[in-house]
């Protein structure tokens, strides 16, 4: 099977390595090299350095729709286009090349969380299951006929991060099945429900902590915006990032949402019903400290409260 795969973020690597391994990928497609970390060096995206260990020839264009980029594709006589976390949009003139389409990669149980933050969203939304889907590109947002669907468990405390760790894996598995089972017949592409839920780009602020919510809602909004962009709150007019919590109390509240409780050792903050022990957090140009380490030096003699 002649197969090209385009992808930039870590969920695409185990799948390109499968593919790698089961057929050989002729080309893999990737986003351009970008800034990054406080030194804004110039980074290769995770897929460039799994393409260049695996030997696979590598494409980074601006935009895959070029004209250009299209010869190549064309001249490589496509049986499929492999597409996962790419982050370009692809239109018709390429996943109309190859000849079982384009067929992509996506961490949820489409049509549930089309879109760019489908991990994410579904942790924040309290979601306890979710799952990975090979569905054929089309014109729409993730609207595209559906060929195999797996169904995967969120742990109580799992961050984006983690889960999406364990969805590319699954979505390795997956994109192997669904282009055998294309080839011989068996997997036929059905047309996907068109209500969907959308689950859109984050943004820093989307990671802002409301005290005044339940804090089983708290906590799903840590671990589902860990890594990115981390949720954030402020303590004395200054940023603080909490990057892990749990649930201790779901009952009512016994002070305002965002007071830090006087507790031996732990750093519990109350929320609007319940209370939230917060496990990992990191003051403004400080190294990330546990709740014991954080109570001990900010909070002793001066109790606060978060906003």
């Known amino acids: 099977m002649r197969i090209a795969f385009a992808g930039t973020g870590s969920f695409g690597v185990p799948a390109l390595h499968r593919l790698a391994e089961t057929y050989g990928v002729l080309l893999a497609i990737t986003q351009p090299d970008r800034p990054a970390g406080r030194g804004l060096k110039l980074t290769p995206p995770p897929v460039k350095v799994a393409a260049q260990e695996l030997g696979i020839p590598i494409l980074q264009p601006r935009t895959i729709n070029a004209p250009p980029v299209l010869d190549q594709l064309q001249a490589l006589d496509l049986d499929a286009l492999v597409v996962a976390a790419f982050g370009q949009f692809l239109r018709p003139a390429v996943f109309g090349l190859p000849r079982q389409g384009a067929v992509n990669i996506h961490a949820s149980l489409l049509p549930r969380y089309r879109g760019a933050a489908p991990v994410a969203w579904a942790i924040i939304r309290g979601e306890r299951e979710t799952g990975v889907t090979t569905f054929v590109l089309d ?8 060929l195999l669907q797996r169904a995967v468990a969120i742990g109580p405390d799992e961050t984006a ?4 760790a364990r969805l590319a894996g699954v979505g390795a598995d997956l994109i192997v099945e669904s282009l055998d089972g294309m080839a011989r017949g068996e997997v036929v592409p059905r047309p996907q429900p068109e209500e969907g839920t959308l689950a859109p780009k984050l943004h820093k602020e989307d990671g802002r902590i409301r005290w005044e919510w339940e804090a089983r809602r708290i906590h799903d909004l840590v671990r589902g915006t860990n890594p990115w962009p981390g949720a954030h709150t402020t303590l004395r007019d200054k940023l603080v990032k909490v990057h892990r919590t749990r649930v201790v ?4 509240a016994e002070a305002p949402g965002g007071t830090i409780l006087p507790r031996r050792d732990r750093l ?8 939230v022990e917060v496990l990992e957090i990191q003051p403004a140009g400080c190294r990330v400290l546990s709740g014991p380490e ?4 900010y ?9």
């Open 139 to 146: 014109e729409g947002m993730d609207t595209g006929p559906l």
């Open 161 to 164: 991060g983690e889960l999406e």
């Open 249 to 252: 109390d779901e009952g009512e």
């Open 268 to 275: 519990l903050v109350a929320a609007g019903h319940g209370v």
């Open 294 to 297: 954080f109570a001990r030096g």
């Open 299 to 307: 909070c002793r003699d001066q109790g606060g409260r978060f906003f």
